[in-house]
């Protein structure tokens, strides 16, 4: 039973960086079975990923938020991060931490609970 | 990238009606195709993955199908509980993508 929690600042202002923290418990990070990914929602809107990465530390992201996205993951902490940089108001959402299977059809299994980060000054 | 897009945006249907959502991708993904709820102040749920595999606990009433790019998520008779949003993602790519989403409301 996978747990995952998404942790850090609500408030960022425009054209700094956006930093959040995935903890994730009932599985780990350094497992080949997931892919850890970020996925966002504005309010009101659809769902737009992110990126997402391997235990390897192999990466992929998405192509419009490819230039100021970094995701890392910290195995001795059992996390993965998010940092965006450059942010605006269009990057105000709520952000979830997820886990995606591979070696199968990389559907997503679990959520966190999601956080709102605001970017205002 | 892949694009994925859903059709209705929305619908507005009864209790025991027949629903039927599909989503259409740029180019083939085989069947990388996963089908997630959402209600509102929660985050998705998955009900389908391979385009027509049923999650664990997931009411039977749910259905998908399509391979290629073409896929259908079918709700057999809707019931109170399934009004929410719908999306469809896609795996196959290294990047990945979710369609739009479709919003099915009380009529």
């Known amino acids: ?121 | 990238d892949i694009q994925m897009t859903q059709s209705p945006s929305s619908l507005s249907a009864s209790v025991g009606d027949r629903v039927t959502i599909t989503c259409r991708a740029s180019q083939s993904i085989s069947n990388y195709l996963n089908w997630y709820q959402q209600k509102p102040g929660k985050a998705p749920k998955l009900l389908i993955s391979g385009s027509s595999s049923l999650q664990s606990g997931v009411p039977s009433r749910f259905s998908g199908s399509g391979s290629g790019t073409d896929f259908t998520l079918t709700i057999s008779s809707l019931q109170f509980e399934d009004f929410a949003t719908y999306y469809c993602q896609q795996g196959y790519s290294h990047t990945w993508t979710f369609g739009q989403g479709t919003k099915v409301e009380i009529k």
């Open chain 1, 1 to 121: 039973q996978g747990q995952l929690q998404e942790s850090g600042p609500g408030l960022v202002k425009p054209s700094e960086t956006l930093s959040l923290t995935c903890t994730v418990s009932g599985g780990s990070v350094s497992s080949g079975s997931y892919y850890w990914s970020w996925i966002r929602q504005p309010p009101g809107k659809g769902l737009e990923w992110i990126g997402k990465i391997y235990y390897s530390g192999s990466t992929n992201y998405n192509p419009s938020l490819k230039s100021r996205v970094t995701i890392s993951v910290d195995t001795s902490k059992n996390q993965f991060s998010l940092k965006l940089n450059s942010v605006t108001a269009a990057d105000t959402a709520i952000y979830y931490c997820a886990r995606g299977l591979s070696g199968s059809y990389m559907q997503i299994d679990y959520w966190g609970q999601g956080t709102l980060v605001t970017v205002s000054s």
